[in-house]
């Protein structure tokens, strides 16, 4: 079994910052792309960020300039530096990973979410 366990989320005031970590583990040959998603209330899941293996990160317009996105692969972890906070960014977030199983079956995992909020 493959598993992805989120931690770092809370509430803060706007302007500050918080930092998202979620390990991957269980039955892994190799990740691929690794990923930020995130939801509020009453609106459509969007992608806040992806780092691909050995390619360009990517980041949403609304986040640019104050999100990071980063990963340890010695540590199966991927890393979400958010700065500037603001309270548009109130959100369930969720990491997301392309594994490759020692089965060889490439498939997408999801961690159950950890929630942010901004008061204003």
């Known amino acids: 079994q493959v598993r992805l366990v989120e931690s770092g989320g809370g509430s803060v005031q706007a302007g500050g910052s918080l930092r998202l970590s979620c390990a991957a583990s269980?039955?892994?040959?190799?990740?691929?792309?690794m990923a930020w998603y995130r939801r509020a209330p009453g609106k459509e899941r969007e992608l806040v960020a992806s780092?691909?293996?050995?390619?360009?990160?990517n980041y949403a317009d609304s986040v640019k300039g104050r999100f990071s996105i980063s990963r340890d692969n010695a540590k199966n972890t991927v890393y979400l530096q958010m700065n500037s906070l603001k309270p548009e960014d109130t959100a369930n977030y969720y990491c997301?990973?392309?594994?490759?199983?020692?089965?060889?079956?490439?498939?997408?995992?999801w961690g159950q979410g950890t929630q942010v909020i901004v008061a204003s």
């Open positions: 997301n990973a392309r594994i490759l199983d020692r089965f060889r079956n490439w498939d997408d995992y």
């Open positions: 269980g039955s892994i040959y190799s990740i691929d792309a």
């Open positions: 780092i691909p293996s050995g390619g360009s990160v």
